[in-house]
């Protein structure tokens, strides 16, 4: 985006409420694409100039907050759903409610499954041990040929 583009940009943020607007319209939910198009840019600048002239934890605050706003539109969804689009409704609830999911992880998002370990001294002990005894017996099993007794017509047996 060119510095005049940049420029004519800011002062319609400006002149439009500035970036608390901007900040509020986040915090009700609106996505990003949505303010662009109001403001007549594109994402990626409205994006580029947020992370640049607002402060990070305000906007992390808005994304949050959005998630609220999606969550509550998608329960108007479901209570105004009649039988015939209850289904279509449904599938938008639930892509909604994951998508508040990602934007607030710790309010709506899924859990995350705990990984426990176990450990015990002395089942580490004895596996320390097993190797050292497999690390020393490797090269003395390579020093001796194998003995194979066979067994002769005659009946007796024979060392190889």
């Known amino acids: 985006m060119t510095r005049p583009a940049v420029v004519d940009l800011l002062r319609r943020i400006e002149d439009a409420g500035g970036w ?29 100039l947020a992370r640049e002239y607002v402060d990070k934890a305000k906007l992390a605050e808005a994304v949050a907050d959005g998630a609220e706003g999606i969550v509550e539109d ?36 899924e859990s995350k499954q705990s990984v426990q370990v176990n450990l015990s001294i002395s089942d ?27 067994e002769e017509p005659d009946g007796s047996h024979l060392l190889r």
Not at 39 to 45: F, I, Q
Not at 80 to 102: D, V
Not at 126 to 132: H, W, Y
Request: hydrophobic share 40%; net charge positive; aromatic share 6%.
């Open 74 to 109: 998608a329960k108007e969804l479901l209570d105004e759903a009649t039988p015939e689009t209850a289904h279509l409704r449904s599938t938008q609830f639930n892509a909604m409610l994951k998508l508040a999911g990602f934007l607030n992880r710790e309010k709506f998002g």
């Open 124 to 150: 580490l002990h004895l596996q320390a041990v097993k190797q050292v005894n497999a690390e020393q017996r490797a090269p003395i099993e390579g020093k001796f040929q194998r003995v194979v007794a066979e």
């Open 20 to 48: 608390d607007k901007i900040i509020d319209m986040m915090a009700d939910g609106k996505s990003v694409r949505y303010i662009a198009d109001v403001y007549g840019t594109d994402r990626v600048h409205l994006r580029r």
